[in-house]
């Protein structure tokens, strides 16, 4: 982050720099006021500004939204699931679990009825498609060594 503003800190100065160039020139050519050239020029950075800051990245995630947020990777222990995705990992410890299902190639863990996640099934057999599936129904029984139901 502190890289973006430095190098969005020398784009504003160089374009702000510019700016003031080519209002002198006009000035100076008597092809505008001083007063005019500014504002001109003030809205010109503004709109860099809004493109810069706003537009610009907004298009950027919509074209790599697909990349960020899927889930690459997994892991399953007695702790919970821990499950990495575009920026970090995610742990989802076992009594948080509320409900296992498996839909679109992927299984949906919910927690709660606001919260949930997913793990990819990409490259798994069907049996161990089914075994996954089971360790997360049972709430991870079998790696925990509870007894009691979930």
């Known amino acids: 982050m502190a890289l973006a503003r430095r190098l969005?800190?020398?784009?504003?100065?160089?374009?702000?720099?510019?700016?003031?160039?080519?209002?002198?020139?006009?000035?100076?050519?008597?092809?505008?006021?001083?007063?005019?050239?500014?504002?001109?020029?003030?809205?010109?950075?503004?709109?860099?500004?809004?493109?810069?800051?706003?537009?610009?990245?907004?298009?950027?995630?919509?074209?790599?939204?697909?990349?960020?947020?899927?889930?690459?990777?997994?892991?399953?222990?007695?702790?919970?699931?821990?499950?990495?995705?575009?920026?970090?990992?995610?742990?989802?410890?076992?009594p948080a679990i509320t409900r296992v299902t498996r839909a679109r190639g992927q299984i949906i863990i919910s927690q709660g009825w606001r919260t949930a996640s997913g793990i990819p099934l990409d490259g798994l057999s069907a049996a161990e498609q089914d075994s996954v599936l089971t360790v997360l129904r049972s709430r991870g029984r079998a790696l925990t060594g509870d007894g009691s139901s979930a």
Request: overall charge positive; hydrophobic content about 50%.
């Open 8 to 94: 969005l800190l020398r784009v504003w100065c160089l374009m702000a720099l510019g700016v003031l160039a080519v209002a002198t020139l006009l000035v100076r050519a008597d092809v505008t006021t001083a007063k005019t050239a500014l504002l001109y020029g003030g809205v010109f950075l503004l709109l860099m500004l809004y493109f810069l800051v706003i537009e610009s990245p907004k298009r950027t995630l919509q074209q790599n939204a697909h990349k960020l947020g899927r889930p690459t990777a997994y892991r399953i222990d007695s702790a919970g699931i821990h499950i990495t995705a575009g920026f970090g990992t995610e742990t989802v410890p076992w």
